[in-house]
């Protein structure tokens, strides 16, 4: 069976994009903060490195309840991280580089300092300005009680009560993350109209689209039913469920049609990603129909055992899907929000996905953790569709999980009541230099949170040029992706067993052994290999080959 990535075409249908998360990528001015300039002064890495575009997370105005994905005002800057003048530069020496650029926006909530959330509270029940949020009555007798069960992914109640104008305990608001993150209520016209006006605004100053957070959540179900089950964002295969009653309603669809019509109007083919926590791959599919988005992420392949038949049945559903609909399929191992899988895959095969990595819990063995990321990346890299790459996966960096709890800075750590250690591990800032102050991130010691001392092993400076690197493997990947139009190839699978996963695309054979015993290497020329080969040409047990037919 043959399979390729869709028969969408254009640039966005097999590039490699590559997540900065700024504060942790590179600090211009030494407050322990990247920042915009620091970026811009590190383009040219990504350059060498080789991707297509870069996604830049949420640099907006904000408190930073959430690390900015609360936005204060999405037409600004926050001075943590520049100006707007530093923003339209990023921009403008990203195209000089033929690097396109891809911003976040954050829909489903604004922060509680909005200049509309303040204008809510002050205006009290009934008001048009509320009505731009989910503001409800309470129940109980005094209406004590929050409108209904929700609970919040950070952990806690979804619900938090106000107090009105004239001092009295009032109605209550939504916010499916933190209380700093009051949503938003999609059926206003108002809030559809004000971010068709946010697109505009970045589109005319030149970014090549927007990676959408939360995208399944903009709709909540009109009756805002109760739901029992746990409150996550993807909590499995629930086939057989309800979806529930904040998630992936058809509602949303309507909304990125708009935005669609609107993206399709500015030359250049500017994109839209959906950030869609959306199961099965089915469903996911909808948002990436030929008038919606233009990618989804595959979070079902990032979360898929390290076993072959795992991997076999996430590829071939995932492209299944998307061909129904003409897109192409992402692939994504790591993220802001996730375990760095350099961490992840060190961990038992079939461990559920951990909410964080900390002191006292399971920690991960390093040097098979890595071995396998590497494996995991170069048969990533072989699928037709488009690559994810987070800032750091490059160098190898695994999740900081022996980091102090008093460091922590995610809001799930505190509202879970510590018992989710959350985020902070996968973001720690990344090291360039192994003898430079904060490993070169920035030009003093500060870091916002601690980098581990093994991060001088890891440094850029200490592998560019080193053979067998995990940065000149991402390198050597990377370059006979575009040189064999991987991206753009068609998958015919080879061998699907228990232990071995083989495809060909397009000219090159892939193999990732899987098994305990060494396995023989295709034949043809080998052209990449995520570890070294047995003495007597075999593939060992965690390695994936590329080979070029003969």
């Not at 806690?156 to 004239?166: F, I, L, Q, S």
């Not at 059926?187 to 689209?209: I, S, Y």
């Not at 102090?404 to 090291?431: K, Y």
């Amino acid at each position: 069976m043959e399979q390729s990535a869709g028969p969408a075409t254009g640039w966005w249908t097999e590039a490699v994009i590559y997540q900065i998360y700024p504060r942790s990528f590179a600090d211009s001015n030494g407050d322990g903060i990247g920042d915009l300039p620091g970026i811009t002064a590190r383009l040219d890495h990504l350059v060498e490195l080789g991707v297509d575009a870069v996604w830049l997370s949420p640099f907006y105005p904000s408190p930073q309840a959430d690390a900015g994905y609360d936005v204060a005002d999405y037409r600004d800057v926050d001075p943590l991280f520049g100006t707007l003048a530093d923003a339209d530069k990023l921009i403008t020496e990203a195209r000089s580089r033929g690097l396109r650029v891809i911003v976040d926006l954050v829909p489903n909530h604004t922060s509680s300092a909005h200049r509309w959330f303040t204008a809510a509270l002050a205006a009290g029940p009934g008001s048009p300005e509320r009505d731009r949020y989910v503001f409800r009555d309470g129940t109980g007798a005094d209406g004590d009680q929050p409108p209904n069960d929700w609970q919040s992914v950070f952990g806690g109640p979804a619900w938090t009560r106000v107090t009105e104008p004239d001092g009295r305990p009032g109605q209550w608001y939504l916010h499916l993350f933190d209380p700093g993150q009051p949503d938003l209520n999609w059926d206003n016209p108002d809030v559809r109209a004000e971010f068709l006006d946010v697109l505009r605004f970045w589109l005319d100053r030149g970014v090549d689209g927007f990676r959408v957070d939360v995208a399944h959540g903009l709709i909540k179900q009109a009756d805002l039913a109760d739901w029992q089950e746990p409150q996550e964002i993807l909590s499995g295969r629930e086939v057989d469920k309800p979806r529930p009653p904040m998630w992936d309603q058809d509602g949303v669809h309507e909304i990125y049609r708009d935005w669609r019509a609107l993206l399709d109007s500015y030359p250049g083919e500017r994109i839209l990603v959906a950030e869609a926590w959306v199961e099965p791959a089915e469903r996911l599919a909808r948002y990436v129909r030929p008038d919606e988005m233009h990618q989804a992420f595959n979070f079902e392949y990032l979360l898929a055992s390290w076993t072959a038949p795992a991997q076999y049945a996430v590829i071939t559903r995932s492209l299944e899907a998307t061909d129904t609909v003409g897109a192409p399929t992402t692939w994504v191992l790591s993220n802001h929000d996730v375990v760095r899988h350099a961490s992840r895959l060190g961990l038992p095969v079939g461990t559920p996905r951990p909410h964080g990595i900390g002191i006292g819990d399971e920690q991960p063995d390093t040097a098979l953790g890595l071995r396998r990321a590497r494996a995991a990346t170069l048969l990533m890299l072989a699928l037709p569709g488009s690559a994810y790459l987070y800032q750091g996966e490059e160098l190898g960096l695994p999740e900081h999980t022996t980091m102090p709890d008093e460091a922590r800075q995610d809001p799930t750590w505190e509202r879970s009541g510590h018992t989710l250690r959350g985020r902070d591990g996968c973001r720690v800032p990344i090291p360039w230099e192994a003898d430079a102050p904060s490993y070169g991130f920035g030009p003093t010691d500060a870091s916002w949170l601690p980098q581990p001392p093994l991060w001088a092993e890891f440094a850029l400076d200490r592998q560019r040029g080193v053979p067998g690197s995990t940065y000149e493997l991402y390198r050597t990947a990377l370059r006979l992706r575009r040189e064999h139009g991987l991206g753009r190839g068609t998958l015919a699978w080879l061998a699907t067993g228990d232990e071995v996963l083989s495809f060909r695309n397009d000219g090159l054979t892939v193999l990732t052994n899987f098994g305990p015993a060494a396995v023989p290497a295709p034949a043809g020329e080998l052209v990449a290999t995520s570890a070294p080969l047995t003495d007597d040409g075999l593939v060992p047990t965690d390695v994936t080959v590329w080979v070029r037919s003969a």
